[in-house]
């Protein structure tokens, strides 16, 4: 049976793991429709280009943030000191990006953008 803090990152590797194909979902139902009725002005053409990509790069930083909360969970804790900043890093981006979702009323990703990266940070802080 794993210790406490362990059981923390495995519990925040899960919820970045299981958040993936839900963010591909929201991709193509909402994000890459919106995007497309960005109009094809040289004034937006950066913007629009940009933005499917940065939709997309959030994807791999889950496949992340899950792959060392497990590496974590397995090896008793972040290894270095610059682990241990993916940790705090991760809180503080989760916390304002979730509060962007909480104003407008949408919950679900606060679990991947709150409650994950407060697990690793509490583990990290009991180990």
Do not use: R
């Amino acid at each position: 049976m794993p210790d406490f803090p362990s059981t923390l990152y495995y519990a925040s590797a899960f919820l970045c793991a299981i958040t993936i194909p839900k963010h591909i979902l929201v991709g193509f139902k909402h994000v890459y429709k919106a995007i497309a009725k960005i109009p094809p002005s040289p004034e937006y053409a950066l913007g629009k280009a940009l933005a499917p990509t940065s939709w997309d790069f959030g994807v791999g930083s889950l496949a992340i943030l899950a792959l060392l909360n497990y590496k974590w969970a397995t090896t008793g804790g972040p290894g270095s000191s610059e682990e241990n900043w993916v940790i705090y890093t991760y809180m503080g981006t989760g916390g304002f990006v979730g509060w962007q979702y909480f104003k407008i009323n949408m919950l679900s990703p606060l679990g991947f953008l709150w409650v994950a990266p407060f697990m690793a940070t509490v583990a990290s802080f009991l180990q």
